[in-house]
């Protein structure tokens, strides 16, 4: 059977069915407002209430210690007071005749002196190497 054969006229209706289509929109649309009906009612009874408990904590001023207000100012201050000691020369306990150097020195004379080490150790092999005396 062609098509042209199911309707009396000879052709396909050439409306749509208007009301099915009002009919599906109109649903549609009542339940998009239903749902932000209540997702509105949610937010206004649960969100909201505590947001406004968050907010109200974070003003309050926590108790000693705080932190930092500005950490990285901070942070230049200590590494130039860090490196000021590291850097020079400085006594310590001037009676006990201690005093402090700068690193690289001290480097230096530890290198020195583990030379001076090496020079002067025997040159036999290790204990280790040794074979254990009866």
């Known amino acids: 059977m062609l098509m042209a054969e199911l309707h009396p006229f000879g052709h396909e209706p050439t409306a749509i069915a208007a009301r099915r289509v009002l009919w599906v929109g109109a649903v549609v649309a009542a339940l998009v407002l239903i ?4 997702l509105y009612r949610v937010v206004q009874r649960d969100m909201i209430p505590q947001v406004a408990r968050l907010t109200e904590r974070a003003a309050a001023i926590p108790p000693a210690p705080r932190l930092q207000a500005h950490p990285h100012g901070d942070l230049v201050v200590l590494l130039r007071q860090q490196e000021a000691l590291l850097s020079s020369y400085a006594w310590i306990d ?41």
């Open 35 to 38: 749902i932000i009906a209540v």
């Open 94 to 134: 001037a009676t006990h005749g201690t005093a402090r150097i700068p690193i690289e020195r001290a480097m230096a004379i530890y290198v020195q002196e583990q030379r001076e080490k090496q020079a002067t150790a025997p040159s036999t092999p290790s204990a280790m190497t040794q074979e254990p005396r009866q």
